[in-house]
């Protein structure tokens, strides 16, 4: 992949003559920035396709971060590669004084396989848990990546004028990591990605979206996506032919009762106005029709706002989970592991970030979104500083879109330029304090 990626960057001499010459005063940098964007557009666009045709699975993305590093090098930024597995961080030093900013942007695909009428769109397959797959980026990381390294590039430009630092971080793994390994926003922080490299003060991402078009955008203050949390369930009885139940303990069974009993938990056991969700996604168990098998495993996620909550159900799981196996004479296991917590907006940093997005968009594409069920491992660095997360329009008007992670999402290329421009624009303002 590397020798043919190279083709779609652009050399770092041309690049910063081509953009130096844009008119405008150096010292207003934000009048700078919406020709830059037009300038660079088709690039960028021409290397989204190429993400877009070649997507990794998350904690696999080699070939992207190659490519993400080989462009950042190219405009001469500090680079370090191979952070969280295939994670890269890019550091791009103003020539001013000024504080320190983060940029997240996403790497990786799902295992989906696309269904969408794009001519770059994705043919990869590979195996995921033992099962052949698709691939696609049926989320739209690769607008997300696009949309960083056309921000870079539009930075780079201006760097001698630019206030302060902007430390861009090309994130692996925002699905979740294969079974048994870690990754993500997690392990980055973990191997000192905030001690090693500045560390921002504020942090910015961005996130494509099917509920908005082209040139629209999203955002709320406070909580905004939901703390993740994956269990795994194992309930246990006793083999048996189909046809002598009674010699059974029966965990087919069981399973059914606290699939059933599970749901309570929010229905009986939680505030009404408390947000929460329990879903079981997974159930397995058997091998054969007339066999009672000796295990059934139970696969899902629980989803709130509140650690407090978030406490309260697994403690009700393992009631329920307990009650039911003791009452058929099996016996269970649970795995219950906290991903994500809930990403929350700065309220203060969602304020300042409004009034930038309403004067580059107009306020009538700037949206208050509500909060959602999906979740985010943009929180852990959103956890550590004030944080804004947003949501970007990707439908062109007049067309249709599936739901992410379906296949049929298809982000339109419009919605690249509109990223472009939003956030470089956030970070230039952040970095000149909003004047």
């Known amino acids: 992949m590397r020798a043919s990626h190279r083709r779609l960057l652009p050399p770092a001499a041309a690049l910063a003559l081509a953009l130096a010459a844009l008119p405008a005063a150096a010292a207003d940098l934000g009048a700078r920035i919406d020709p830059a964007v037009a300038s660079l557009t088709p690039e960028i666009v021409e290397i989204r396709h190429h993400i877009h045709q070649n997507p990794e699975l998350g904690n696999r993305e080699e070939e992207t971060a190659a490519l993400v590093a080989d462009h950042l090098r190219e405009l001469g930024l500090e680079v370090e590669t191979g952070v969280a597995h295939t994670g890269v961080v890019g550091v791009l030093r103003g020539g001013q004084p000024g504080p320190v900013v983060g940029v997240r942007a996403d790497m990786d695909a799902l295992p989906v396989t696309e269904q969408t009428d794009f001519p770059f769109r994705s043919t990869k397959r590979t195996t995921y848990l033992g099962q052949e797959v698709g691939v696609a980026h049926a989320c739209g990381h690769d607008v997300h990546t696009s949309v960083g390294l056309g921000v870079v590039s539009v930075l780079v430009a201006m760097k001698d004028d630019l206030p302060g630092t902007v430390v861009f971080l090309f994130q692996s793994a925002e699905e979740g990591p294969p079974p048994g390994e870690e990754g993500g926003a997690s392990l980055m922080l973990e191997e000192g990605v905030f001690e090693r490299f ?211 999402f298809r982000a339109a290329d419009g919605s690249v330029a509109v990223g472009m421009r939003a956030m470089t624009h956030l970070v230039v303002d952040y970095l000149t304090g909003w004047e």
């Open 198 to 408: 500045p560390k921002p003060e504020a942090i910015f991402a961005l996130h494509a979206f099917h509920d908005f078009e082209v040139g629209e955008v999203g955002l709320n203050p406070g909580a905004t996506m939901a703390s993740v949390d994956h269990f795994v369930a194992r309930i246990r009885g006793k083999q048996a032919h189909g046809a002598y139940p009674h010699l059974s303990i029966d965990p087919v069974v069981m399973a059914a009762q606290a699939v059933t009993a599970l749901q309570t938990i929010r229905s009986r056991n939680l505030p009404a106005l408390a947000p929460s969700v329990v879903t079981v996604g997974i159930i397995r168990g058997g091998e054969r029709f007339n066999i009672i098998p000796e295990e059934v495993r139970l696969e899902g996620t629980v989803r709130t706002y509140d650690e407090g909550i978030r406490r309260q159900i697994e403690a009700r799981m393992r009631e329920i989970l307990d009650g039911v196996t003791r009452a058929g004479g099996g016996s269970f296991e649970l795995e219950y592991r906290n991903n994500a917590p809930a990403t929350l907006n700065d309220d203060e940093l969602t304020a300042r970030a409004r009034q930038t997005l309403e004067r580059v968009l107009g306020p009538e594409n700037v949206y208050t979104t509500e909060p959602t069920m999906g979740g985010e491992d943009f929180a852990f660095f959103a956890n550590e500083v004030p944080g804004v997360y947003f949501r970007l329009g990707v439908v062109e008007p007049g067309t249709e879109s599936g739901a992410i992670h379906t296949p049929t």
